[in-house]
């Protein structure tokens, strides 16, 4: 967790399509303190605003390459259900899939996926308004 001016950064390791107890108990701790999150995590999260943005034509295993709640244990569908729902997390930024796309999880709240380094691209992202 990084506290900053007006709102956090929290980092979560979904990287085994899943998260830890400690980790979601914690995320759902901060989140219960109503300060903004701009939420890291390595794996894109998978929800249904998302599947209708996705295509497995497009991506291949989408169960590869998104935390997908419909193919994830309880602690993962914990970890989407509550991006997708708490009014705390405003952002997502993720990786994985090495190529930038934006979607997102929920109306008005933005998922950012930005591993372009293999491909010699940088993005820049700026944090500002509520």
Same mark, same amino acid.
């Given at each position: 967790?990084?506290?900053? &001016? ?26 219960? &303190? ?6 890291? +995590? ?6 249904? !605003? +998302? ?6 034509? !497009?991506? %291949? $295993? =989408?169960?590869?390459?998104? !935390? ?14 509550? +991006? &997708? ?7 997502? =930024? +993720?990786?994985?899939?090495? %190529? ?11 998922? =950012?996926? %930005?591993?372009? %380094? ?9 944090? $500002?308004?509520?």
């Amino acid at each position: 967790v990084l506290e900053l &001016e007006g709102f956090r950064v929290v980092a979560v390791n979904d990287r085994e399509l899943t998260v830890s107890d400690e980790d979601l108990e914690a995320l759902r701790a901060l989140c219960a &303190e109503t300060v903004p999150i701009l939420l890291l +995590c390595h794996v894109p999260i998978m929800t249904p !605003l +998302c599947r209708a943005a996705c295509t497995e034509a !497009l991506f %291949g $295993r =989408l169960d590869y390459f998104y !935390l997908d709640p419909e193919k994830a244990d309880a602690n993962a569908r914990a970890f989407v259900a509550l +991006c &997708e729902t708490e009014d705390a997390i405003r952002a997502v =930024l +993720c990786g994985h899939v090495h %190529g930038f796309h934006a979607m997102e999880l929920a109306p008005g709240k933005p998922q =950012l996926v %930005g591993a372009p %380094g293999m491909i010699g691209a940088v993005h820049l992202v700026t944090v $500002r308004g509520e």
